[in-house]
């Protein structure tokens, strides 16, 4: 095309340019919808082909979009700049490049590109006589963002079309597909094609319909295609020797789970659109059958359980699964897919739930990885929604901000080095894109330099902060508790508190985490490899619950693990096989209905170190404990009354099949229980 402009001014036409512009406008939401950016748009970067067609080329400094979470981490590499053709050290050409490649913003999206397609909508519309006039036209479209007054006066239409798209701020330049569907006269098959449209989506005649899928599917053309496959789908998602090591990876899962008295629950890897919308419902991989049935791959594991879980109006359980979660890949490769561990407890709202689903996770990250490297990342949406009011982000944007922090600064653990050194990148981005003032911006800072970090200093200080706000100090309170339960469990990993961490998945309310690994030396800088997420997600259950049913939806709390990550990195390495499990489990229980929380809880890490399946409780009565054991099938129960730890240290096992009982000291319980599980707790002996 640049060689086209050489001539143009002799042959510019208004259809002419409308139509040139249309089809690079085309390729670029094809482009985009197949998550590249170019980047490099200029007018020698675009070619006809010998039907005069417009196409686009030089992908060198294409780069992909991150549409998706493809590898389940939750966070954007920082890209270096590359050198353009005309030497400036940026990527792109200068007159072509948008102004937050060269102010090296940490995030650019697809934008850059429609500025680039700007400057050249400009050129189609703008011929020039000389190469002089034309460095010192776009000099001041480019540095004042000022066309000429007699070129505006003649085309008012183009020239407010021209300002949208050399707009400094990326969020308010129009999407190729928005140009397409809002700004570009029609194209001549666009008629056509919208009556084919039209009697398609009618139900009455599905002639259309089923000819159009007869021509999707038919094998010649399938056989063609298949004669020259994508690069992507010729290679494996996993090495052949990884097989035995997933296998071995699963069995601990399924261990460790059981261990926390958890039964499995089966998801469908596949299923029927149903119509039902939901916040994934556009994030989804979706497969058309020969019979013109759109099908859905699993996304996520959570929502089908707790649709499950309302259907039958389920009040408490313990669940797992392990299966594959599928992810949209770019272009026309295959769909990528993860090894997906979930756990999740329903009923109860104490953070005890909330802490033995930490306990459950890290006992599993623990047999792949060194505690010391084990980074627990904490958050509370109450306390979240209070620091942005503190900070005084609009009610409007905060969405918007939360995701540019947690995909530019919260990839970095709080108070180290390099995410300090992101402030400098992201601040620009803060004010100019997402339109922050300076105060809120600084106080957005402070937050991260003051309410980020160990866990026990942020408290005090948040607490010191937000003493007006009720429902902040109440999210407070719920941190507190919820870390004591983890200490009495032994919990030693680092545990930091970042308010600036949004949830990982649209239905987590109130207490969420994220669960990392440290990689690299502590005196470097080192990347955090994200294991696990997780949270309570109450919303999502009321949301699915049966209206009808005059019972109340329980509380859920679970947690999503990101099990190929256990994947050492020698494959010949051992991951460690599965112990052999025990079948019985066991009811911790007080005496005089709740109370001894403490002891209880401190019994409960004994049992699971010995792996003795056991379900803590929260405070329930006797009666109700009684109820617990019966419609969980458990048939051992261990008392403990304050009396009995206070004056002879002894707890009671009772047997409710054998109807037998017996007084243990307390220290001996681990040993106790071990023999007689072995024995079925049938040989009488145990009980004498």
Same mark, same amino acid.
């Given at each position: 095309?640049?060689?086209?402009?050489?001539?143009?001014?002799?042959?510019?036409?208004?259809?002419?340019?409308?139509?040139?512009?249309?089809?690079?406008?085309?390729?670029?939401?094809?482009?985009?919808?197949?998550?590249?950016?170019?980047?490099?748009?200029?007018?020698?970067?675009?070619?006809?082909?010998?039907?005069?067609?417009?196409?686009?080329?030089?992908?060198?400094?294409?780069?992909?979009?991150?549409?998706?979470?493809?590898?389940?981490?939750?966070?954007?590499?920082?890209?270096?700049?590359?050198?353009?053709?005309?030497?400036?050290?940026?990527?792109?050409?200068?007159?072509?490049?948008?102004?937050?490649?060269?102010?090296?913003?940490?995030?650019?999206?697809?934008?850059?590109?429609?500025?680039?397609?700007?400057?050249?909508?400009?050129?189609?519309?703008?011929?020039?006589?000389?190469?002089?006039?034309?460095?010192?036209?776009?000099?001041?479209?480019?540095?004042?963002?000022?066309?000429?007054?007699?070129?505006?006066?003649?085309?008012?239409?183009?020239?407010?079309?021209?300002?949208?798209?050399?707009?400094?701020?990326?969020?308010?330049?129009?999407?190729?597909?928005?140009?397409?569907?809002?700004?570009?006269?029609?194209?001549?098959?666009?008629?056509?094609?919208?009556?084919?449209?039209?009697?398609?989506?009618?139900?009455?005649?599905?002639?259309?319909?089923?000819?159009?899928?007869?021509?999707?599917?038919?094998?010649?053309?399938?056989?063609?295609?298949?004669?020259?496959?994508?690069?992507?789908?010729?290679?494996?998602?996993?090495?052949?020797?990884?097989?035995?090591?997933?296998?071995?990876?699963?069995?601990?899962?399924?261990?460790?789970?059981?261990?926390?008295?958890?039964?499995?629950?089966?998801?469908?890897?596949?299923?029927?659109?149903?119509?039902?919308?939901?916040?994934?419902?556009?994030?989804?991989?979706?497969?058309?059958?020969?019979?013109?049935?759109?099908?859905?791959?699993?996304?996520?594991?959570?929502?089908?359980?707790?649709?499950?879980?309302?259907?039958?109006?389920?009040?408490?359980?313990?669940?797992?699964?392990?299966?594959?979660?599928?992810?949209?890949?770019?272009?026309?490769?295959?769909?990528?897919?993860?090894?997906?561990?979930?756990?999740?407890?329903?009923?109860?709202?104490?953070?005890?739930?909330?802490?033995?689903?930490?306990?459950?996770?890290?006992?599993?990250?623990?047999?792949?990885?060194?505690?010391?490297?084990?980074?627990?990342?904490?958050?509370?949406?109450?306390?979240?929604?209070?620091?942005?009011?503190?900070?005084?982000?609009?009610?409007?944007?905060?969405?918007?901000?939360?995701?540019?922090?947690?995909?530019?600064?919260?990839?970095?653990?709080?108070?180290?080095?390099?995410?300090?050194?992101?402030?400098?990148?992201?601040?620009?981005?803060?004010?100019?894109?997402?339109?922050?003032?300076?105060?809120?911006?600084?106080?957005?800072?402070?937050?991260?330099?003051?309410?980020?970090?160990?866990?026990?200093?942020?408290?005090?200080?948040?607490?010191?902060?937000?003493?007006?706000?009720?429902?902040?100090?109440?999210?407070?309170?719920?941190?507190?508790?919820?870390?004591?339960?983890?200490?009495?469990?032994?919990?030693?990993?680092?545990?930091?508190?970042?308010?600036?961490?949004?949830?990982?998945?649209?239905?987590?309310?109130?207490?969420?985490?994220?669960?990392?690994?440290?990689?690299?030396?502590?005196?470097?800088?080192?990347?955090?490899?994200?294991?696990?997420?997780?949270?309570?997600?109450?919303?999502?259950?009321?949301?699915?619950?049966?209206?009808?049913?005059?019972?109340?939806?329980?509380?859920?709390?679970?947690?999503?693990?990101?099990?190929?990550?256990?994947?050492?990195?020698?494959?010949?390495?051992?991951?460690?096989?599965?112990?052999?499990?025990?079948?019985?489990?066991?009811?911790?229980?007080?005496?005089?209905?709740? %109370? &001894?929380?403490?002891?209880?809880?401190?019994? #409960?890490?004994? =049992?699971?170190?010995?792996?003795? /399946?056991? *379900?803590?409780? $929260?405070?329930?009565?006797?009666?109700?404990?009684?109820?617990?054991?019966?419609?969980?099938?458990?048939?051992?129960?261990?008392?403990?009354?304050?009396? %009995? &730890?206070?004056?002879?240290?002894?707890?009671? #096992?009772?047997? =409710?099949?054998?109807?037998?009982? /017996?007084? *243990?000291?307390? $220290?001996?319980?681990?040993?106790?229980?071990?023999?007689?599980?072995?024995?079925?707790?049938?040989?009488?002996?145990?009980?004498?």
């Amino acid at each position: 095309m640049r060689q086209d402009f050489e001539t143009y001014s002799s042959s510019f036409n208004v259809d002419h340019a409308w139509h040139l512009f249309r089809q690079i406008v085309e390729g670029l939401a094809h482009v985009h919808s197949q998550g590249i950016i170019h980047r490099d748009l200029t007018p020698s970067n675009i070619f006809f082909d010998v039907r005069n067609d417009i196409k686009i080329g030089d992908f060198g400094l294409a780069k992909f979009l991150k549409l998706e979470q493809l590898d389940h981490d939750q966070y954007i590499p920082t890209e270096g700049m590359g050198v353009s053709m005309d030497g400036t050290g940026q990527v792109g050409t200068y007159f072509y490049t948008a102004p937050e490649v060269e102010q090296k913003w940490p995030q650019i999206n697809e934008k850059v590109d429609m500025y680039s397609a700007g400057v050249i909508f400009f050129e189609l519309w703008h011929p020039f006589s000389t190469a002089m006039e034309r460095h010192l036209v776009l000099t001041d479209l480019k540095q004042k963002g000022e066309s000429p007054v007699s070129w505006s006066t003649q085309f008012p239409g183009q020239s407010n079309l021209l300002r949208r798209l050399l707009c400094p701020s990326p969020s308010e330049r129009p999407s190729a597909i928005e140009l397409l569907q809002n700004d570009l006269p029609p194209r001549m098959e666009d008629e056509w094609l919208n009556d084919v449209l039209r009697m398609i989506q009618t139900p009455e005649d599905t002639y259309v319909y089923d000819r159009v899928i007869s021509t999707i599917f038919n094998e010649d053309q399938l056989v063609a295609k298949m004669q020259c496959p994508h690069e992507s789908s010729k290679k494996s998602t996993y090495k052949n020797d990884n097989s035995e090591l997933l296998d071995s990876i699963i069995e601990v899962s399924k261990e460790v789970f059981k261990r926390h008295c958890a039964k499995r629950f089966q998801i469908s890897p596949l299923h029927t659109l149903d119509g039902k919308f939901t916040e994934n419902s556009g994030k989804t991989v979706k497969i058309l059958t020969q019979g013109g049935e759109m099908l859905e791959l699993c996304y996520e594991l959570r929502t089908p359980f707790v649709m499950s879980v309302a259907a039958n109006q389920l009040s408490s359980c313990k669940r797992y699964e392990i299966s594959w979660v599928h992810r949209r890949a770019v272009g026309h490769s295959t769909p990528y897919r993860f090894l997906q561990g979930d756990f999740d407890i329903i009923g109860g709202s104490s953070p005890i739930t909330h802490a033995e689903v930490i306990k459950v996770a890290l006992d599993l990250v623990r047999r792949f990885y060194n505690s010391k490297a084990i980074v627990i990342r904490l958050n509370h949406s109450k306390l979240a929604e209070a620091v942005c009011s503190w900070a005084g982000v609009p009610q409007e944007r905060r969405q918007n901000v939360a995701e540019f922090l947690s995909s530019t600064l919260v990839q970095y653990c709080p108070n180290k080095a390099d995410r300090k050194s992101q402030w400098s990148l992201i601040r620009g981005q803060l004010l100019q894109d997402l339109r922050l003032s300076e105060e809120v911006v600084e106080k957005l800072h402070k937050a991260d330099q003051r309410f980020c970090g160990s866990a026990d200093l942020v408290l005090a200080r948040l607490r010191g902060t937000l003493f007006y706000d009720k429902s902040a100090c109440k999210a407070l309170d719920d941190l507190s508790t919820f870390l004591k339960c983890l200490r009495v469990w032994s919990v030693e990993e680092h545990i930091a508190i970042d308010v600036l961490m949004p949830p990982s998945d649209y239905y987590y309310t109130d207490l969420f985490f994220q669960i990392y690994s440290k990689e690299g030396s502590p005196a470097s800088s080192s990347h955090e490899k994200l294991l696990a997420v997780g949270g309570r997600y109450d919303m999502l259950m009321e949301n699915a619950w049966d209206n009808t049913h005059k019972t109340k939806p329980p509380g859920a709390v679970g947690v999503s693990i990101a099990l190929e990550k256990f994947l050492p990195n020698n494959p010949s390495s051992d991951v460690g096989l599965p112990r052999i499990e025990n079948s019985i489990s066991v009811l911790v229980c007080s005496k005089g209905g709740g %109370g &001894l929380l403490n002891e209880r809880m401190e019994l #409960v890490a004994e =049992l699971w170190e010995a792996n003795i /399946k056991f *379900v803590p409780q $929260e405070d329930p009565s006797l009666q109700e404990q009684y109820e617990y054991a019966s419609d969980h099938d458990i048939k051992c129960l261990v008392f403990i009354t304050e009396a %009995g &730890l206070s004056q002879t240290d002894l707890v009671k #096992v009772r047997h =409710l099949d054998a109807r037998k009982e /017996k007084d *243990v000291e307390k $220290e001996e319980i681990v040993k106790f229980l071990s023999e007689a599980i072995s024995l079925q707790f049938k040989n009488p002996t145990i009980w004498s």
